[in-house]
Nanobody, 119 residues
Framework: QVQLEESGGGLVQPGGSLRLSCTAS????????VGWFRQAPGKDREFVAA????????VYVDDVKGRFTISRDNAKNTVYLQMDGLKSDDTGVYYC????????????WGEGTLVTVSS
C-alpha cells in the first residue's frame, strides 16, 4: 500500500515555471517507480513523465520533452516535476502515481494538484 500527496500547483503565466512535489508513505519508496499524469478540463487523464526507483531512468511524453524534468529524493520519499516554459495547454490537474509499469498507471493515485497556465 502506498499513500501519495501532491503539492506545488498554482497559477502561472505562459513561459513561467512551477515545481510539483509528490510525497509518498507506505512501501519502501526507493523500490518503486513513480509517474506524473495530468487531466485537462474535458479530457482524459494522460501520462506526462515517470522515473524508476533508482532515479536513473526517466521517460517523458513528447509534448513535455525539453521543458519538464522529473527527479526524486529517496531520502525524502519525494518525486519532483520541474515544469519550465509552461504553455496554456499544460493546464490541468496533475496526479502522482506509484508503482506504474512504463506509462501504464497502477491503482495508487494522489488527490492531484491544479496547475493553471494563463495570462
Amino acid at each position: 500500500q502506498v499513500q501519495l500527496e501532491e503539492s506545488g500547483g498554482g497559477l502561472v503565466q505562459p513561459g513561467g515555471s512551477l515545481r510539483l512535489s509528490c510525497t509518498a508513505s507506505g512501501r519502501a519508496f526507493s523500490t518503486i517507480s513513480v509517474g506524473w499524469f495530468r487531466q485537462a478540463p474535458g479530457k482524459d487523464r494522460e501520462f506526462v513523465a515517470a522515473i524508476d526507483g533508482s532515479g536513473v531512468h526517466t521517460v517523458y511524453v513528447d509534448d513535455v520533452k525539453g521543458r519538464f524534468t522529473i527527479s526524486r529524493d529517496n531520502a525524502k520519499n519525494t518525486v519532483y516535476l520541474q515544469m519550465d516554459g509552461l504553455k496554456s495547454d499544460d493546464t490541468g490537474v496533475y496526479y502522482c502515481n506509484a508503482d506504474l509499469l512504463g506509462s501504464t498507471p497502477s491503482d495508487y493515485w494522489g488527490e492531484g494538484t491544479l496547475v493553471t497556465v494563463s495570462s
